[in-house]
């Protein structure tokens, strides 16, 4: 199916990229992938990680700056990556600090296009 | 004063660099910095994006990711970059849709141990 495959390529394709899921904005997955002795509990993290769009779009409504697109994450241990895909649903990877970040963006946003004409 | 320095220098340097400040994280500004013509409530904004930064952190934690160094939000209208300086206080930088968001991050990142040693 597309979304799993979507979800595996980027993963695959990336150095330092972990897993990756894509979520309805409900907090409900529709595919999630990881590569082998990744350790991450992918379907809280893509919970919290929809609290945290709904908090940052609030945000950009209120000041004027128009619908949120795409979030980067990055703390001590991760590299997050969420792209909006539509209303929704959204991407989400998660990658090693030192993960090839451009080129993760650029294919999700090669993805967009194929996902939004399925959903 | 070193704040207003470092809020106007990246602002000055950066290409669609519009606006910055320096925030506590509970919402009272340090100092702010926009291009002439700008019109961004910044406070608000800051105000906002504190609360973004306590939902993320907080999102972090409970899946043990570590605390959290860095957030870029991009929307239809800005590129926002915020950057956590320390438990207090963070940077935050509006920039144009293409703005030059690499030489941002570089220019951010430079200028962290010298606010840091200030605060």
Redesign the interface.
Known sequence: MIFEDVAKDVVERVYGALASLIMGRDGIPLSMYHKEGVE??LE??GI??S??LA??N???G?????????????????M?LLRIINPDYFMCLIMAHDGNFGKARYLRRKSLPKLRAEL
Chains 1, 2 share one sequence.
Not at 62 to 78: C, N, Q, V
């Open positions: 991450i509990e809280s993290l919290e990680y609290n945290v908090e940052v609030r945000a950009s209120s000041i004027g700056s128009g619908d949120l697109s795409e979030l980067s994450i990055l703390t001590e241990k991760y997050i």
